[in-house]
């Protein structure tokens, strides 16, 4: 997410969300905080959704809750939200305005023209927003493939146009900034495709982002070409197939895909599986497959399963296991390091430059990255021409002071993630995600101390119960040496001690022993109860 702001009056550039780390126990999605743009006499004049994937779309509903302002995009990124939208039962007060690619629409200071680029996904735009102080182009996801088989090319020629007129920032997208040469063109995947369908021996599995429409077409055309039927696992491929067709961006032959419930009616031979899941994430179609979890349809021998995909940095441990438990169960299995069946959508070094050298922009900022991916994209940008000076690389909440002849860091403002689990929005922070990893690593230990009301004397226990540390069994030993522990470190305690001071000495006592004893360091809560 980004905000252009021009006295107090902001534009915000896409809504997206991040799936969690697998350091974030428990928590369900990642979205942006937003809470500088709710601050008092700020005035946000509407969204603008550069293109219809997650990490751009994603969080539109939870902003939208608490920021109620006209979205504007293409027809198919809000043919995409909308679903979003529905589930959490804001579809009807939501303010959604269908743009063209070419368009021009102006909000307060700002004139927004949305340009085509090429991207896995149609109706993907870079966007040229002309401001008080200049011309700023925000690049989106793009890359450079002059005949791509479905969708538009990036649209150099106009962004050439507006390098002449002169721009005055270039926002550019970082993603493949550290690859060299070029990303390749979906129609080098034609070709290993074919070869699967036309060898197969049987039953075929496709696994993609569920939001990658060209590479999903590319499959459906070859599933009517070899004559095999389809089945479709996962809600949100499922979802977003129904609207592009409904759209008219995805093409499937009437009576071509079958219910989940009756695959098993289809000669393997004669059968394509869709799935979502191809990053491996556990409660996935593929996962679930793979592990033969999936109510209707389990890996088989003889399988040919295709992820078609990328491995999304910090995900590498998941798609592998999914990729062994694969071939464990007999299937034969095609990814980025046996064969050529992914290209990606972001733009290699070689379009990068490219892109630059047309624009020719007074500053840059690389975004959309990571630190590393964002300080190589200035680097081509250095190599391309922009003065040293020119270039700033930036983190989440840094400010860019911009006017016709500077740009230079402002003040920090909030940023940064917030946690969204199950019903919760917020409410998980960086201290509750520490408890759940201590607690995940080591387990807990409960000890339960009665006193007495009156005298502070001890009562009962102390009683400690165990989850997650150590099997019962081999337990038994060490939490009865740490009760002793606990029992003698309270006989220190003369008159009415106050319960603070017991419950800290009694979770010293037990952390010592259960050290001692296993080098473990588990949660140890104390409670103590008046009797």
Same mark, same amino acid.
């Given at each position: ?21 697998? $350091? #974030? ?37 939870? +902003? ?38 070419? !368009? ?136 977003? #197939? ?9 093409? *499937?032959?009437?009576? #071509? ?24 994430? /556990? ?13 209707? &349809? ?12 990328? /491995? ?19 299937? $034969? ?7 050529? +069946?992914? *290209? ?6 070689? $379009? ?6 047309? *624009? ?38 840094? *400010? ?13 403002? /909030? ?11 917020? !409410? ?49 030993? +060490? ?8 029992? !003698? ?8 001690? $106050? ?22 360091? /588990? #949660? &140890? ?7």
């Amino acid at each position: 997410m980004w905000a252009l702001e021009w006295e107090n009056q902001l534009l915000v550039v896409d809504s997206g969300l991040m799936f969690p780390q697998l $350091e #974030m126990h428990g928590v369900d999605l990642v979205i942006p905080d937003i809470s500088y743009l709710l601050q008092p006499g700020k005035k946000v004049l509407g969204i603008v959704l550069t293109h219809g994937h997650e990490d751009h779309i994603g969080a539109l509903p939870f +902003v939208l809750k608490r920021l109620n302002v006209p979205v504007y995009s293409t027809r198919l990124t809000l043919g995409l939200a909308k679903p979003k939208l529905k589930e959490h039962r804001i579809l009807r007060e939501a303010d959604l305005r269908e743009v063209r690619i070419g !368009d021009r629409f102006r909000l307060g200071p700002f004139s927004v023209e949305m340009i085509a680029v090429c991207h896995s996904i149609p109706d993907a735009t870079a966007l040229a927003i002309k401001t008080p102080v200049g011309m700023v182009i925000y690049t989106g996801d793009f890359k450079l493939d002059d005949d791509p088989p479905e969708g538009r090319p990036t649209d150099l020629a106009r962004l050439a146009q507006l390098g002449r007129d002169g721009v005055l920032l270039l926002l550019g997208d970082s993603t493949n900034a550290e690859r060299e040469g070029h990303s390749g063109s979906e129609r080098d995947l034609l070709e290993p495709f074919e070869r699967i369908f036309r060898e197969a021996p049987s039953r075929i599995v496709v696994a993609s982002f569920a939001s990658n429409l060209h590479r999903i077409q590319q499959v459906i055309s070859l599933a009517e070409e070899y004559g095999r039927r389809v089945g479709i696992a996962g809600r949100s491929l499922q979802t977003n #197939m129904k609207t592009a067709q409904e759209l008219g961006y995805l093409r *499937v032959p009437a009576g #071509m895909t079958i219910p989940l419930k009756q695959v098993d009616s289809v000669p393997l031979p004669k059968l394509l599986m869709l799935m979502a899941g191809s990053q491996g994430e /556990p409660m996935s179609s593929l996962s679930r497959y793979a592990n033969r979890s999936h109510p209707a &349809v389990g890996v088989r021998e003889g399988d040919w399963v295709v992820i078609s995909a990328t /491995p999304i940095p910090g995900n590498e441990t998941l798609v592998n296991r999914t990729i062994n438990n694969l071939y464990k169960h007999g299937a $034969e299995v095609f990814y980025s390091t046996t064969g050529k +069946v992914h *290209v990606s959508g972001h733009a290699y070094r070689e $379009e990068i430059r490219t892109l630059i050298d047309t *624009v020719r922009p007074r500053f840059f900022v690389p975004v959309h990255g990571e630190y590393r991916q964002l300080l190589h994209n200035s680097r081509i940008a250095l190599a391309a021409g922009v003065p040293r000076e020119n270039l700033k690389v930036i983190e989440d909440g840094q *400010v860019l002071e911009l006017t016709a002849d500077s740009m230079v860091l402002g003040e920090q403002v /909030p940023a940064g993630y917030v946690f969204v689990d199950g019903l919760g929005i917020g !409410d998980v922070e960086q201290v509750v995600l520490r408890d759940r990893g201590h607690l995940a690593a080591d387990g807990l230990v409960v000890v339960t101390i009665g006193l007495d009301r009156a005298t502070g004397a001890l009562r009962s226990g102390p009683e400690l119960i165990s989850r997650g540390f150590m099997e019962e069994d081999s337990s038994v030993a +060490v939490l009865a040496e740490a009760r002793k522990a606990v029992i !003698d470190s309270l006989k220190g305690f003369d008159g009415e001690p $106050e319960p603070a001071a017991i419950k800290e000495t009694a979770h010293d006592a037990v952390q010592r022993v259960i050290w001692r004893r296993t080098q473990r360091q /588990p #949660m &140890v809560i104390p409670v103590v109860i008046d009797q």
